[in-house]
């Protein structure tokens, strides 16, 4: 009986019967899909890795890992087939590295810039053309590379072949500046205020707020930016792919044209390479190269993260 | 020490001529001119000042005006307390002290707060001068991410000291005056981070104290500390008066009075009642001061 109206106001709030058992099932719903997600994305990395492996293994039955390591000259599709890396990697890490020496510099001065010196209506302004940045199709910046930063440079450096390292190099690092800035700048505005006031109330300028104070206290971010930026670089194919040229070339100046490994692969699996071939297995074995060269990246810099933790 | 605060030399030795101290006690206040309203009090203290703050008004930038005709002296190497309600101005003051408004936008300061026995206004100095001279502690420890050591002598490299001896001699000198040199000794290169939250504000008073800073702001220094790390600076503050002029915000009455030389009221961005602690305390000279400390509002 509802006779009272306290009693009628606690029928009012009173759950219906199976309310717990209905919320109980939902909870049970939603972990189980949280959980799918969770596994599938665990199951394709186990699936990519098992398939790079056991055809790299394929490869490695008919090419020694020696040869692999330690020859200069990659010519898999050749009569006489040579199988060695060093040719693709000296290619990748040499378009890398120009990229990274533009983006990390670049991107850190614009990170420390938009933190801590523009005011709002820059930043605000600034930030929308840098995601555009980081739209723009990769396609588009091979092109870029090939037929406007190749001729420029050339008007410079007199003789620079029509394919060179150093024009994808610097455009990939401007395709690559947007992730540097980003990360670094959101780092560096994660740091506390307390902390920045108290290097102001110490006479520092903002420079040095900047540079002493900000940055060690955002490295963790920073770095993590960065590694993702060597990751990107490295696996970057596009760019490379139009610009760079695909003749496999031994070689670390960046004035010459030469393959990198996803070129390579690339070439391999859009050509008339016969499947099951053995410069067809060839792609699985830079391709494993190249996955472990980014995981290794990111242990490092998961490394460098958990050293540089700092407890706010 | 001495030689070291002269090679500084962040002021052009503006006269040699100090300000007449006032030694007599005026016991009624002159009232500014704006608040005619209600009663306020200001003692004009018999010791030595280090700094006056004279009509001190300030704007926040969006026009809020948060510190009416404020004034106040401020006496050399005494602590003085900044008691009121949330949201009375008090933190608003004591960092117009060492301009550190200035790090936003549209702030607009008026009047003066005139250092002694120098006779500058520090509202008409470079803010990052100022900040070189007067020291401040925040409410939460703010170590930098660096060792225990660099975080002692951080003001001291920003002001091109280099030669290590110094520094070394600042850092367990300014260590041992924060009450914290016995524990830290033996890990002067580990990070400040691995401190306590009780040490680590220890250690930020350290920083503050090894640049010599003519002023000691510290901005409820303890109230993100449980009871026994507040009393161990407590007991540090006390140590310091003599030393260093200290003023602080707080929000704990009993602490004030623990402390302090002197303590100022603050109600709504104006100064009610400036006095010596134990009068203040004991016999309040405004009402509104006297329902404040004994517990009938705020």
């Known amino acids: 009986m509802l006779n009272t109206p306290d009693d009628q106001l606690r029928a009012a709030v009173t759950p219906a019967p199976n309310f717990l058992r209905k919320r109980a099932m939902i909870d049970k719903l939603a972990r189980c899909i949280l959980f799918a997600a969770a596994a599938v994305s665990v199951f394709v990395t186990i699936g990519i890795v098992y398939i790079l492996v056991s055809e790299s293994l394929v490869f490695f039955e008919n090419v020694s890992l020696t040869e692999f390591l330690t020859s200069t000259t990659w010519t898999p599709l050749f009569a ?110 994660a740091v506390p205020r307390e902390l920045r006031e108290g290097a102001y109330a110490l ?37 490379v792919a139009i610009a760079a040229g695909q003749m496999a070339n031994f070689t670390f100046n960046p004035m010459e044209g030469a393959a990198t490994i996803t070129t390579f692969i690339v070439q391999v699996s859009l050509g008339d390479v016969r499947h099951g071939s053995i410069g067809y297995q060839s792609i699985f074995a830079v391709g494993l190269v190249l996955f472990l060269m980014t995981l290794l990246f990111n242990v490092i810099g998961f490394m460098l993260r958990r050293r540089y933790r700092l407890a706010y | 020490m001495t030689s070291f605060s002269k090679s500084i030399g962040m002021m052009k030795n503006v006269s040699t001529t100090a300000e007449p101290v006032a030694t007599k006690r005026t016991h009624s206040a002159p009232p500014p001119a704006s608040a005619g309203q209600e009663d306020t009090w200001l003692l004009e203290p018999e010791e030595e000042l280090r700094a006056r703050v004279s009509d001190l008004e300030f704007w926040y930038g969006d026009g809020t005006q948060a510190i009416q005709k404020l004034n106040m002296p401020l006496v050399d190497k005494r602590v003085t307390a900044l008691i009121g309600p949330s949201g009375c101005g008090k933190s608003t003051f004591l960092r117009c002290l060492n301009r550190m408004h200035d ?29 070189l001279r007067v020291g401040m502690v925040f409410q939460k420890p703010n170590p930098f991410p660096k060792t225990i050591y660099e975080n002692t002598i951080a003001g001291l490299r920003i002001r091109g000291i280099k030669k290590r001896a110094v520094l070394d001699e600042m850092a367990e000198k300014s260590l041992r005056q924060a009450a914290l040199w016995d524990e830290v000794k033996d890990r002067l290169h580990q990070s400040a981070l691995s401190l306590s939250g009780g040490q680590q504000q220890r250690l930020c008073i350290a920083r503050a104290l090894a640049v010599q800073p003519d002023i000691l702001l510290l901005d409820e220094p303890t109230s993100a500390l449980d009871p026994i790390a507040t009393a161990r600076i407590e007991d540090l503050l006390n140590e310091l ?18 402390i302090s030389n002197y303590t100022a009221y603050m109600y709504m961005g104006q ?25 009938r509002f705020g």
């Open chain 1, 80 to 189: 006489a087939p040579s199988f060695g890396i060093w040719p693709l990697l000296s290619g990748t890490l040499t378009v890398s590295a120009i990229a990274l020496s533009i983006a990390i510099p670049l991107g850190l001065l614009l990170a420390i810039y938009m933190s801590e010196y523009a005011p709002p209506k820059v930043r605000e302004a600034v930030k929308p053309v840098l995601e555009m940045l980081e739209g723009v199709p990769t396609i588009v910046y091979g092109y870029f590379a090939l037929m406007m930063v190749t001729p420029l440079l050339q008007a410079f450096i007199p003789g620079l072949p029509g394919f060179n390292m150093l024009s994808p190099g610097i455009v990939m690092g401007i395709m690559i500046l947007p992730y540097t800035t980003s990360l670094s700048e959101d780092a560096m505005r």
């Open chain 1, 203 to 239: 006479g520092y300028s903002r420079f040095y707020t900047a540079i002493k104070v900000v940055i060690p206290a955002a490295i963790s971010g920073i770095t993590a930016a960065f590694i993702l930026a060597m990751s990107r670089a490295v696996g970057e194919t596009m760019v």
């Open chain 2, 103 to 131: 790090l936003y936008k549209g702030v607009k300061y008026s009047g003066e707060i005139t250092l002694m026995p120098e006779n500058v206004n520090l509202i008409e100095l470079d803010p990052m001068v100022v900040r």
């Open chain 2, 241 to 258: 008066e003599g030393q260093v002029t200290i003023l602080m915000v707080t929000h704990n009455m009993q602490q004030a009075a623990r």
């Open chain 2, 271 to 295: 100064l009610v009642e400036f006095n010596e602690t134990d009068a203040l305390f004991t016999r309040p000279k405004c009402q509104r001061t006297e329902d404040y400390i004994s517990g």
